[in-house]
């Protein structure tokens, strides 16, 4: 078993066939297959769309005990004007995933750049109503100044042991390119400078890298150092990776592991699943037909 969770942004890309998924392996065996690799994923899926409660019984049968499901907390709760009153809505959601079980730890907020330091209070009580291991990731500027709001911020995390989301895009902004996937991605992630925070057991940390993967070894190098200081203090860091297009998210995340294992000499090597046969393939497509 891994000493980490290590993952990717989601785990149903088409254009992971050929790679991560054999060609004709249907999207109902998608899940199944990623859960072989890696033992966690982002749930960027709930920030946009509640799933349904069929949905979260399939993702229960495939998902093993060990694997963990980041489920970001849905844009009605993390970007309402004001979270004093999503009360309901967190505990609708806490219920829906109820079924995963220990496999949602921890949840995950995202909030938007317009949150900021006056708003700390309706954290706090957010924190408190959902009462499950929780993830924050911070976008306004006045949290990475260094200043009194800053240390407030980590002090009430800290305090109730939430962790605080590392956030890293340098490797994406270090590409000068016309690429509309870039540029797409540039425009929708943060630009801020990188907090290596441990709060919690389960530091959080997310890499937007550089469409040539190579090119992202100079920024991946000082969270090689970070991740393996935080494994050998005991502690059982979570790492996703992405890529502009998420196209060579799979393959980032297995050139972090291999990098890793350097550090790590006793690491446990990523699993290499057999590719399914033709047959299975077909049981799979009339399973997904179903």
Not at 107 to 135: C, H, K, M, V, Y
Not at 186 to 204: I, N
Request: hydrophobic share 40%.
């Amino acid at each position: 078993m891994l000493p980490y969770f290590l993952g990717c942004p989601s785990w149903n890309d088409a254009a992971w066939r050929g790679s991560l998924y054999p060609t004709g392996l249907p999207a109902s065996g998608y899940l199944a297959r990623y859960c072989s690799v890696f033992n966690t994923v982002e749930g960027n899926t709930t920030l946009y769309a509640w799933p349904s409660v069929q949905k979260i019984e399939r993702w229960a049968a495939q998902m093993p005990d060990n694997f963990r499901f980041c489920a970001k907390l849905p844009r009605e709760i993390s970007h309402a004007p004001d979270l004093h009153e999503v009360g309901d809505l967190i505990l609708s959601f806490r219920s829906l995933l109820a079924p995963l079980g220990a496999r949602v730890t921890p949840f995950w907020l995202q909030l938007p750049a317009s949150f900021g330091p006056a708003r700390l209070n309706e954290l706090a009580q957010l924190i408190d109503t959902l009462n499950r291991p929780l993830a924050v990731e911070v976008r306004h500027a006045r949290f990475f100044a260094k200043g009194e709001e800053e240390r407030a911020l980590n002090r009430m995390l800290h305090e109730r042991g939430v962790e605080r989301i590392c956030m890293d895009t340098r490797a994406l902004f270090s590409c000068q390119s016309s690429d509309p996937a870039l540029l797409h991605a540039q425009s929708k992630k943060p630009r801020l400078p990188v907090r290596p925070a441990a709060f919690s057991e389960s530091p959080q940390l997310r890499f937007v890298g550089h469409p040539a993967l190579e090119a992202n070894d100079r920024f991946l190098a000082p969270w090689l150092g970070k991740v393996a200081e935080w494994i050998e203090a005991g502690k059982r860091p979570h790492v996703y990776l992405h890529t502009p297009d998420n196209r060579l998210a799979p393959e980032l995340a297995m050139r972090f592991h291999a990098q890793l294992s350097k550090r790590l000499p006793g690491l446990p090597p990523l699993a290499a699943p057999p590719m399914p046969t033709e047959s299975q393939l077909s049981l799979l497509d009339l399973a997904g037909q179903r």
